[in-house]
Structures are given as structure tokens and as C-alpha cells.
């Protein structure tokens, strides 16, 4: 049988705390890009140093909190919306085990031609997923 002494016992009991209690220690910081495409809004968001996060659910919202835009980022970490309202945006991810994004874009930094396309149209905007946005749907 193995008897540990002294300092080899304390090295032991704090590495098997360590590993068996992690906290925060192997968590990764989200990252994103984002940027304004002609009339749209693309974004990527991945974990720092972990690489981009696939299929994540992303939300846009206003600032009374509803909802605007909901879509999923593909493989890459990327996703793509075009803004609909003269009003802050807010692009929320929860890409679980304790990472979420929050981030806010003024109304002013939106793409110029969103007013006019909200004084054409008086029809609550349409949701589409990424995906029907690229097609042209």
C-alpha cells in the first residue's frame, strides 16, 4: 500500500479538489464579429481559443425586449439578418454551459435604408431563417 506523507499528501488532495471542481477554469470567453453588408447585419460568434459556435440559437431583440429576429448560426459561427425597424437591437446567443452574448446596436448604426423600408410597409415584419434570407425567400 502507498502512504503518502506530508507535502506529497497535500499536493495530491489539491489536484483531485482541482479536477473534480473546475468552476470557471475551462471556460472559454465568446467572441463575435460583427458587420454591416449592404442592407444586412451578418455576425460570427465562437469561444476564444475553441473555435466558432455551430447551430447556436441567436435572438435579436428591441429594447421592450421582443423579439424581432430569430435564427441559428451554421457550421462556421455565422448568421445574417436584415433589420426591419428603427429601433436598438439587441443580438442575444445562449450558447450554453454559462456562455451567452448580449450585444447592443443602436438604431443610428443601423443600415441607412432601414426607415425608408419601415415607411413603405406598414406589415409586422416577416421572420426567415438565414437560409431563406440567402435564397431570396
Not at 421592450?64 to 435564427?71: M, N, S, W
Not at 446567443?93 to 441607412?112: K, M, W
Request: overall charge neutral; aromatic content about 8%.
Amino acid at each position: 500500500m502507498i502512504r503518502f506523507h506530508g507535502f506529497t499528501r497535500m499536493a495530491c488532495v489539491t489536484a483531485v479538489v482541482a479536477l473534480l471542481c473546475p468552476g470557471e477554469a475551462f471556460a472559454h470567453k465568446v467572441i463575435h464579429r460583427l458587420s454591416i453588408e449592404g442592407n444586412a447585419i451578418e455576425g460570427r460568434i465562437g469561444y476564444f481559443n475553441a473555435g466558432w459556435a455551430a447551430n447556436a440559437p441567436v435572438q435579436v431583440k428591441d429594447d421592450q425586449g421582443r423579439v424581432l429576429f430569430e435564427t441559428h448560426t451554421d457550421a462556421e459561427g455565422h448568421f445574417r439578418f436584415i433589420p426591419t425597424e428603427t429601433t436598438a437591437h439587441t443580438i442575444h446567443a445562449n450558447l450554453g454551459g454559462g456562455h451567452v452574448l448580449d450585444v447592443r446596436i443602436e438604431a443610428t448604426d443601423l443600415p441607412p435604408n432601414v426607415a425608408a423600408k419601415e415607411e413603405a410597409s406598414d406589415a409586422p415584419p416577416k421572420k426567415r431563417s438565414v437560409w431563406q434570407i440567402l435564397m431570396g425567400r
